[in-house]
């Protein structure tokens, strides 16, 4: 089930009694109390830790009903021993086991062959572990501690910019010639090329304004403030979790500043879509305005240990430098290398990120921003969109809020955007149509000396030697990944609860690579009946091949630079070497032969995407598009995208500075309008 993007709490979504003593049940199995030994302190279940209480929470405060429905209904599954009968052929109670047999049973539920289980297991699993490793708290500083995580320390942040969202004291009901709904990186680019074109321009984001020393520094924290549905958006069927920011900046003030422009042969195919401008020299212009804006350049790109490994495992296998590796650019200025919480918006302001390039100059050009400002709907009259209507929240009040404006642009990205056209009535039937999600997993390698990974730059060497293994570059490539504890204990294999403990200990000496594809497949986004989106996502036999190839490949370049162990994210493990030395020709022969034994099973291995793209794509069909090569939404005048859901097909390379290049060639297109 995926959590939505919010909702009212109330008393008819809290769990009841015996739903949270179920609940409760299942937390103390995934993480049960461990006693203090001579290496160590104690380490509290996670119910002693409240985890059981914040995921009542989450539940009542941020799934939909229908989600809440899908919650409970495993929850009395678990506790039923007719379902139980039914599902595994044993008619048992969760609540009535003992603690061995429970872990028994949830491992029998991560590695069914029932999709219905695998995705029930994973439902909690992800919540619980995540939870418990995630906070920055005194009461887990002896866990932290244990897995090698130092305190967090941010010295002398950037002081507070000079621009301030618009205070809202009341109902809002205003007008202007340009209204962007969203501050990521399409709609900043576009405001700010409306507005330093003369036009007045109010930008609306449902995120909040944080920048410098506000930014949340605990994971958790970090999550719940700053992306969707608290970092837990995932497809309908819980296969893929996906992260985008929800916050000013939008995705640019949370990612991992990977700036690579899209391949030849993708122009080629955006172009031959109906993008027309994508093979032209107009275009390259674009991608080099948006690069020179945000400075993007190699000379921060610093190699900490993770992406170090990587490097030297190419080298020892011959991969030519520049060709089948390379340094990755980045958008930094005065990085320094000292991050470690780049993830959770940069309190330095040295990620360049949409927050402090083109949203600033937005501002500075006289844009309005209204932040905490949900759109709900887009008004349309005649087949002209005429304005937007929302609400903004902070808490504590809640007002109503209209803009009426002659150009009407929708960049919440694209999860939001086809929802907004969807619950709006706004647009043709190809809405929705279309998703992409460079589908990543990861492959976590142990080294004799500690990696800390979520520690120094995030991502500086990236490996394409892959990519064009598949004729129209759908083949994998592999970059590093800033993997903090909680994010990586939800992704890790729950065999046992002691295995994950184990698996734990070791992160410290963990280097994580993902393994990223350019998705042949597509899926859907559909909004549901209170508008928040549904994705529906499923991986074609050529994406899942190409995710077996790309981790076959990143595990051989892990053994190359002396890896003493390494493993997928299968649900019931998968791992070559002993930990103790090198892992061997003959380990690694059977490691690869089981990979694609295993196969890529929904629920089996964990997914994810930070990489959503093409959901209002541009193209000459209504029913198979929703834009014209303008950006303009077929059939509705004055109606706009800006934002990655405009890309016909998936770039094939993280998708930032496309997205800002595709942006500001609509921005030009919507000033000319707005001049007519």
């Known amino acids: 089930m995926s959590v939505g993007a919010g909702g009212a709490p109330g008393a008819e979504g809290a769990l009841l009694p015996r739903e949270r003593s179920t609940l409760a049940a299942l937390v103390d199995t995934l993480l049960p109390p461990v006693p203090a030994t001579g290496a160590g302190s104690p380490w509290p279940s996670g119910r002693a830790l409240g985890v059981d209480a914040e995921i009542s929470e989450l539940v009542a405060q941020e799934f939909s009903p229908t989600q809440r429905a899908e919650f409970r209904r495993l929850l009395a599954t678990v506790d039923s021993p007719l379902l139980n009968l039914i599902l595994g052929g044993r008619p048992v109670r969760f609540s009535a086991l003992d603690a061995r047999a429970r872990e028994e049973y949830l491992f029998r539920w991560a590695a069914s062959r029932l999709g219905v289980k695998r995705r029930g297991f994973q439902a909690i699993k992800r919540l619980a572990l995540f939870l418990y490793y995630g906070r920055e708290r005194p009461d887990r500083d002896s866990i932290r501690s244990a897995i090698g995580v130092r305190p967090t320390v941010v010295v002398a942040p950037a002081p507070p910019s000079r621009h301030r969202p618009v205070a809202v004291t009341g109902p809002v009901d205003i007008a202007c010639d340009a209204v962007v709904v969203g501050s990521g990186a399409g709609g900043a680019a576009i405001a700010a090329r409306l507005a330093r074109s003369g036009h007045s321009v109010v930008v609306l984001e449902a995120g909040p304004w944080r920048e410098g020393a506000t930014f949340p520094r605990e994971e958790v924290d970090a999550y719940s403030r700053l992306f969707h549905a608290r970092g837990l958006l995932t497809t309908r069927d819980l296969s893929v979790t996906i992260l985008a920011g929800a916050t000013a900046g939008g995705s640019t003030t949370v990612n991992w500043m990977t700036c690579l422009e899209p391949p030849a042969p993708v122009r080629a195919e955006w172009a031959a879509a109906g993008l027309t401008q994508a093979t032209g020299a107009g275009f390259s212009a674009l991608l080099a305005e948006a690069a020179a804006r945000i400075h993007v350049t190699d000379s921060e790109s610093s190699v900490n240990p993770p992406n170090d490994v990587l490097r030297r495992g190419c080298l020892a296998l011959n991969y030519v430098p520049g060709t089948d590796f390379d340094v990755i650019r980045r958008n930094a200025d005065g990085c320094e290398g000292r991050c470690g919480v780049c993830v959770f918006g940069c309190p330095w302001d040295a990620k360049r990120s949409a927050l402090v390039t083109f949203l600033a100059d937005a501002l500075s050009s006289g844009a309005r921003l209204y932040s905490q400002t949900r759109v709900q709907s887009i008004e349309v009259s005649g087949g002209r969109a005429t304005g937007v209507r929302g609400v903004f929240r902070d808490g504590r009040t809640e007002h109503p809020v209209r803009v009426r404006a002659r150009a009407v642009v929708v960049a919440g990205g694209a999860v939001q955007t086809p929802a907004l056209l969807q619950a709006s009535g706004a647009g043709p039937s190809g809405v929705g149509h279309g998703l992409r999600l460079h589908p990543t997993t990861a492959v976590f390698a142990e080294y ?215 942006a500001l060639g609509t921005a030009g297109h919507i000033d000319a309008a707005l001049r007519r």
Request: hydrophobic share 40%; charged share 20%; net charge neutral.
């Open 448 to 662: 004799p000396e500690p990696m800390r990974m979520w520690e120094g730059p995030m991502q500086t060497i990236f490996v394409r030697r892959f990519t064009a293994t598949d004729p129209a570059l759908h083949g994998p490539w592999i970059e590093s990944v800033p993997a903090h504890p909680g994010l990586a204990a939800s992704a890790l294999p729950w065999t046992s609860a002691a295995d994950h403990r184990d698996r734990m200990l070791r992160i410290e000496r963990a280097a994580a690579s993902i393994v990223l594809v350019r998705d042949v497949g597509e899926g859907r986004v559909r909004a549901d009946a209170t508008g928040r989106p549904l994705l529906e996502y499923r991986l074609t036999t050529a994406d899942r091949d190409h995710l077996l190839q790309g981790m076959v490949e990143t595990a051989r370049i892990h053994r190359a630079a002396g890896a003493l162990r390494i493993a997928t994210l299968h649900a019931g493990g998968l791992s070559a070497g002993d930990g103790r030395r090198p892992v061997t020709a003959s380990e690694f022969d059977a490691f690869e032969s089981e990979v694609w034994r295993r196969g890529v099973r929904e629920n089996d291995v964990a997914l994810f995407s930070a990489h959503p793209t093409g959901s209002a794509r541009i193209g000459t069909d209504p029913a198979r598009s929703a834009c014209r090569p303008t950006g303009e939404v077929h059939g509705v005048n004055g109606l706009w995208v800006g934002d990655g859901s405009l890309l016909p097909s998936a770039p094939g390379v993280n998708p930032m500075l496309s997205i800002y290049a595709v």
